[in-house]
C-alpha cells in the first residue's frame, strides 16, 4: 500500500493564498491582525520571518478560521486558555448565518475590528456596552432577548471581578438585572 505524502505548506504561502482566495486586501489584512501593511507584504514576500509571536499568528489563524497549530511557527501558549461560553455562542451565530470571519469583521468600523479579532479568538471578553453588543448581535441576527442574556452573564462577570460575591447578593442583583431588562428592552 502507497502512502501519499504531505507537503506541508509555507505559512507566506497559506496566507497569500487566503488573501488572494477571499479578495482581502494587504491593507485590510493588517488592520485586522494588529500589524503594519509593510509586515503583512514582507511576510508574503518571506523578507522576513512567518511571525513566531503567538497573538500575531492567533489573529492571523482567527482571520483564515484555521487553528494556530496549523502553522509550523505556532508554538502552544503554557498558560491554559480561558474559552468563554459567550464568545463561543458568537462563533455559532458565525456558522449557523454561514458569515465569514472576514465578512463579519468588514461589518465593523476598522479600528473596531482588530478588537473583534481578539474577541473571537478568546484574548478579550465580549464588550460590557450593551450598544457595542447589540451591534454583534444585530449583524449576526441574535435576537434581542439573547443579547440581552449575552450581556447579563457578562455584567455579572464583571461584578463577580470586582469582588461583589452574586449569589449572596442575589436579591440586589436580580432586582438590579430586572430593571435593566426593562429599560433595554423599551430601547431596542
Same mark, same amino acid.
Given at each position: /500500500?502507497?502512502?501519499?505524502?504531505?507537503?506541508?505548506? @509555507?505559512?507566506?504561502?497559506?496566507?497569500?493564498?487566503?488573501?488572494?482566495?477571499?479578495?482581502?486586501?494587504?491593507?485590510?489584512?493588517?488592520?485586522?491582525?494588529?500589524?503594519?501593511?509593510?509586515?503583512?507584504?514582507?511576510?508574503? $514576500?518571506?523578507?522576513?520571518?512567518?511571525?513566531?509571536?503567538?497573538?500575531?499568528?492567533?489573529?492571523?489563524?482567527?482571520? /483564515?478560521?484555521?487553528?494556530?497549530?496549523?502553522?509550523?511557527?505556532?508554538?502552544?501558549?503554557?498558560?491554559?486558555?480561558?474559552?468563554?461560553?459567550?464568545?463561543?455562542?458568537?462563533?455559532?451565530?458565525?456558522?449557523?448565518?454561514?458569515?465569514?470571519?472576514?465578512?463579519?469583521? @468588514?461589518?465593523?468600523?476598522?479600528?473596531?475590528?482588530?478588537?473583534?479579532? $481578539?474577541?473571537?479568538?478568546?484574548?478579550?471578553?465580549?464588550?460590557? $456596552?450593551?450598544?457595542?453588543?447589540?451591534?454583534?448581535?444585530?449583524?449576526?441576527?441574535?435576537?434581542?432577548?439573547?443579547?440581552?442574556?449575552?450581556?447579563?452573564?457578562? /455584567?455579572?462577570?464583571?461584578?463577580?471581578?470586582?469582588?461583589?460575591?452574586?449569589?449572596?447578593?442575589?436579591?440586589?442583583? $436580580?432586582? /438590579?438585572?430586572?430593571?435593566? @431588562?426593562?429599560?433595554?428592552?423599551?430601547?431596542?
Amino acid at each position: /500500500m502507497k502512502t501519499k505524502q504531505i507537503i506541508q505548506q @509555507k505559512s507566506s504561502e497559506k496566507l497569500a493564498v487566503f488573501l488572494e482566495k477571499n479578495a482581502l486586501h494587504k491593507r485590510d489584512f493588517a488592520e485586522m491582525i494588529g500589524v503594519t501593511l509593510s509586515y503583512v507584504y514582507n511576510l508574503i $514576500d518571506e523578507t522576513v520571518s512567518f511571525s513566531t509571536r503567538s497573538t500575531t499568528i492567533e489573529r492571523i489563524a482567527t482571520v /483564515m478560521e484555521v487553528e494556530p497549530d496549523e502553522f509550523t511557527e505556532y508554538k502552544i501558549p503554557q498558560e491554559p486558555i480561558f474559552v468563554d461560553e459567550t464568545v463561543e455562542i458568537i462563533k455559532e451565530y458565525l456558522k449557523t448565518n454561514k458569515i465569514s470571519v472576514v465578512s463579519f469583521l @468588514k461589518s465593523f468600523p476598522r479600528k473596531k475590528r482588530l478588537e473583534i479579532v $481578539d474577541i473571537l479568538r478568546g484574548a478579550l471578553p465580549l464588550p460590557i $456596552d450593551y450598544k457595542e453588543l447589540q451591534l454583534i448581535g444585530k449583524t449576526l441576527n441574535i435576537p434581542n432577548e439573547e443579547v440581552y442574556s449575552l450581556w447579563e452573564k457578562r /455584567m455579572k462577570q464583571v461584578l463577580e471581578s470586582a469582588g461583589m460575591n452574586v449569589y449572596s447578593n442575589s436579591a440586589l442583583v $436580580d432586582s /438590579m438585572f430586572e430593571c435593566a @431588562k426593562k429599560q433595554i428592552m423599551k430601547i431596542s
